[in-house]
């Protein structure tokens, strides 16, 4: 429903506050007669503080008095008239009015919208709890640029008194000067003669004493003037404070912690131009206050008048000085995070933003950065304004840029492309602490001045904890320390304190989060994939979601304690599902083909009641970085029981050689993709094109043949009779276990699975041999 239809059914105060928006400034019977076209423009697209944006603005004027005449002229019969000289005359008004200001009639237009918008909302939440529901982050917006053309307003009154008090200041000067002109003519009458001097000198006497009457009255008058300003400053830096806490500790807070969680996978912090232009609106503001603050000062100290106005306008000063230190200071931020896990001698990049400098004019100066790569105890220090004596933690090369002014975005950063850490000095570790626990942060520090050298600041940020690593074999430990820290930190916390333990949900949050980035797939972790998981990691048989809700995991159970029965840990089983699945089996996972998160108990539990050739796909329990294939068998065992077999897992090693898709393909024994899809539906489309049919056709030019690997798993009777032979017929073997736990064949061992460790060494030996060229006898050529 249009805004204006809406606003005309307010009523009591909300009505008399949108009545009062109108005036000769802007008639409402423009806004009632031009509603549906007002409301149509894009007024916000239009920057009012950018002059090249006048142009658009005199269109929007220009249009809407077309509109206006246009109105007009349809108007007929008696009621018509009144209304077409009416509208007629409003058209001539706004032109006179905004032809010369055009960007005035947009910023008018924009308060009484936004006006009209708020007061709409408030007057629905009272009355509809269900129709008062709106986009949030579209209402904090309007909030805010409403405060701001609160601010605008406030300024732009306190402007106007400082020119009224020094006109009244300048005239108060030269009636000073009159009085002291008067003053010393009846001082030079002492050098007249009586009778002359008494002739004039009650006339000067009677003006001395009005034109020292009116001084001091007018003395007083000042006095009121000046401390009325000064209340009304200290109104304005009231709601700029609340107004720089919105910006600074919730908008930019929360961008910074989107950007934190964006490490581990979640959604892209978002664009910084919003802020910057919020930022900006700060600073242009606060300038503009702290300038009249300090021309009121100038007034005072021009024509010194006793009272607490010196006290008021020196407690004015620091506070604004205060605020505008704090927003240049909390806008010196790290646009782009180095990477948190940090490899020595190994290239990286990062870049630092000013979000004021270019409305403050920094780049007029450019100032230079300085990266340093610093401990956690270290950053604690700098954080207290402990000296920490330019300590370093390392040796960062290419640490050094100067900020860049890009004149098409209004942006001033630094870019370091070229970063690289030389070495690293590590602490002394605390208790199982181990290296790929320890904590880094790289230091960002800058000083630049505005005004002219009038206010020089020192700003530093710190990165997101970083983790060094010297090795690759650290990376998947590291990546743990930074994926608890991202997920867990607090806001304003101490760095880099993170809790020991948390809830497990908070934590499948997490996991959740980052496997679906790693991935890239919009299939995320299910209720019974979590499930899956905290089985495993609390060694718990429940499938009640419910009973782990409250449960608490600490960072030893994640990652330093080792599974039971286990030589890895619970983050190192899942980082290698999530590795193995982004490497080779990505598009399987998106299509559903994989199940993965269930055990050999459950598959088997699935798979019993289904027809033969029906199988699934699990990740290993026992191997990180294993896939295996469960499958309904086709033949019964001798004993007349229903068996389900399981491969030996793959991991990225196998995938190298042939890919899950052709493994699938070769086992023709595999007909049903759990619970009953046909395999070639499900995988067909990722199957290796076959060479060639010919051997001869496919003889290479050098004369030899390429050959073809295929994957065979042996007839079961083969593996009761003579396992070995079969194992050195096939070009690649595999390991199969029955799930039957009673069998007495010696080929069992106590756990009811085939003992193949060794075979299927050989198995992975011939495998290699066949990716190696063909004897001699193929193409007649010698190896």
């Given amino acids: 429903m249009a805004v204006w239809i809406q606003a005309q059914q307010l009523q009591g105060d909300a009505l008399h506050q949108m009545q009062s928006l109108y005036g000769q400034h802007f008639?409402?019977?423009?806004?009632?007669?031009?509603?549906?076209?007002?409301?149509?423009?894009?007024?916000?697209?239009?920057?009012?503080?950018?002059?090249?944006?006048e142009f658009k603005a005199k269109r929007l004027l220009d249009s809407l008095i077309q509109e206006l005449q246009n109105k007009a002229e349809h108007q007929v019969g008696e009621d018509g008239f009144l209304l077409k000289i009416k509208l007629g005359h409003y058209a001539s008004q706004l032109k006179s009015t905004y032809d010369r200001c055009p960007l005035e009639l947009v910023r008018c237009i924009k308060h009484i919208l936004y006006t009209e918008q708020r007061l709409v909302r408030e007057a629905t939440n009272s009355s509809s709890p269900v129709g008062g529901m709106m986009d949030s982050m579209s209402q904090k917006y309007q909030q805010i640029n409403q405060a701001f053309e609160e601010l605008r307003l406030l300024t732009q009154d306190t402007?106007?008194?400082?020119?009224?008090?020094?006109?009244?200041?300048?005239?108060?000067?030269i009636q000073y000067q009159e009085s002291l002109r008067i003053q010393a003519q009846l001082t030079s009458l002492a050098t007249l003669p009586p009778a002359d001097r008494q002739l004039r000198e009650p006339a000067l006497l009677s003006k001395r004493a009005t034109v020292e009457a009116w001084l001091t009255r007018e003395a007083n008058t000042l006095q009121k003037y000046r401390?009325?300003?000064?209340?009304?400053?200290?109104?304005?830096l009231q709601l700029l404070r609340k107004q720089q806490t919105i910006i600074l500790d919730d908008e930019l807070i929360q961008w910074k912690r989107r950007q934190q969680l964006a490490g581990n996978g979640g959604p892209p912090e978002g664009g910084l131009d919003i802020l910057q232009s919020w930022c900006e609106k700060l600073a242009e503001t606060i300038w503009q206050n702290r300038q009249q603050i300090r021309r009121a000062e100038h007034l005072r100290q021009q024509l010194p008048i006793p009272g607490p106005i010196e006290e008021l306008l020196n407690e004015l000063n620091s506070t604004i000085t205060?605020?505008?230190?704090?927003?240049?200071?909390?806008?010196?931020?790290?646009?782009?995070?180095?990477?948190?896990?940090?490899?020595?001698?190994?290239?990286?990049?990062?870049?630092?933003?000013?979000?004021?400098?270019g409305k403050l004019n920094v780049h007029m100066n450019p100032p230079q950065v300085?990266?340093?790569i610093i401990s956690e105890q270290q950053a604690k220090a700098l954080l207290k304004n402990e000296n920490t004596r330019n300590d370093s933690s390392g040796e960062i090369l290419n640490n050094n840029c100067?900020?860049?002014?890009?004149?098409?975005?209004?942006?001033?950063?630094?870019?370091?492309?070229?970063?690289?850490?030389?070495?690293?000095?590590?602490?002394?570790?605390?208790?199982?602490?181990?290296?790929?626990?320890?904590?880094?942060?790289?230091?960002?520090?800058?000083?630049?001045s505005v005004g002219g050298n009038e206010l020089v600041f020192q700003v530093k940020t710190l990165s997101l904890p970083v983790v060094v690593i010297v090795h690759g074999s650290q990376d998947n430990n590291a990546t743990a320390t930074v994926l608890w820290d991202n997920a867990f930190a607090e806001p304003g916390r101490v760095p880099f304190l993170v809790p020991d333990k948390v809830l497990w949900p908070q934590l499948c949050d997490a996991i959740n989060m980052k496997y679906k980035a790693e991935v890239q797939s919009?299939?995320?972790?299910?209720?019974?994939?979590?499930?899956?998981?905290?089985?495993?990691?609390?060694?718990?048989?429940?499938?009640?979601?419910?009973?782990y809700r409250s449960m608490t995991m600490t960072w030893s159970q994640f990652n330093r304690e080792s599974l039971p029965g286990r030589n890895f840990t619970f983050w190192q089983w899942f980082d290698g599902v999530m590795e193995l699945t982004k490497k080779h089996l990505k598009p399987h996972w998106n299509d559903g083909a994989i199940l993965g998160f269930v055990n050999k108990q459950q598959a088997q539990d699935m798979l019993m009641s289904k027809p033969n050739g029906t199988f699934l796909l699990r990740f290993s329990d026992s191997e990180i970085g294993g896939i295996t294939i469960a499958w309904r068998q086709h033949y019964d065992s001798p004993t007349g029981e229903r068996m389900v077999w399981n491969l030996m897992p793959y991991t990225t090693k196998d995938f190298t050689i042939r890919s899950l898709a052709d493994r699938i393909s070769d086992?023709?024994?595999?007909?049903?993709?759990?619970?009953?899809?046909?395999?070639?539906?499900?995988?067909?489309?990722?199957?290796?094109?076959?060479?060639?049919?010919?051997?001869c056709v496919s003889k290479a030019v050098d004369g030899y043949v390429k050959p073809q690997i295929k994957q065979v798993v042996p007839e079961e009777s083969c593996f009761f009779c003579c396992i070995g032979d079969v194992l050195s017929a096939c070009l690649s073997t595999v390991w199969l276990h029955s799930v039957s736990r009673d069998r007495s064949d010696s080929m069992l061992d106590a756990d009811g699975d085939f003992d193949l460790d060794d075979t299927m060494d050989v198995a992975r030996h011939v495998e290699e041999l066949l990716r190696r060229p063909v004897e001699s006898q193929w193409g007649g050529q010698q190896s």
């Fill in 27 to 53: 008639p409402i019977e423009v806004r009632h007669y031009l509603s549906q076209w007002i409301e149509g423009q894009l007024w916000d697209a239009i920057d009012l503080e950018n002059p090249q944006e």
């Fill in 159 to 173: 402007e106007n008194d400082l020119r009224k008090l020094q006109q009244n200041q300048e005239y108060f000067i």
């Fill in 227 to 236: 401390l009325d300003l000064a209340e009304k400053h200290q109104k304005t």
């Fill in 322 to 357: 205060d605020i505008i230190s704090a927003l240049v200071t909390s806008t010196f931020i790290i646009e782009k995070q180095p990477p948190q896990v940090l490899k020595t001698q190994t290239k990286f990049a990062a870049t630092v933003r000013l979000l004021v400098g």
């Fill in 370 to 372: 300085k990266a340093t």
């Fill in 402 to 448: 100067v900020m860049e002014y890009h004149q098409t975005t209004g942006t001033l950063s630094a870019h370091f492309r070229n970063m690289s850490l030389k070495r690293i000095k590590r602490s002394d570790r605390r208790g199982a602490e181990s290296v790929t626990e320890e904590k880094f942060t790289i230091l960002f520090e800058s000083q630049f």
């Fill in 522 to 547: 919009n299939r995320g972790l299910s209720e019974e994939n979590l499930v899956f998981l905290a089985q495993k990691a609390f060694s718990s048989s429940s499938n009640n979601p419910d009973d």
């Fill in 667 to 695: 086992l023709n024994h595999l007909l049903f993709l759990y619970p009953d899809r046909p395999k070639d539906e499900v995988f067909s489309k990722y199957y290796t094109p076959p060479l060639c049919k010919q051997p």
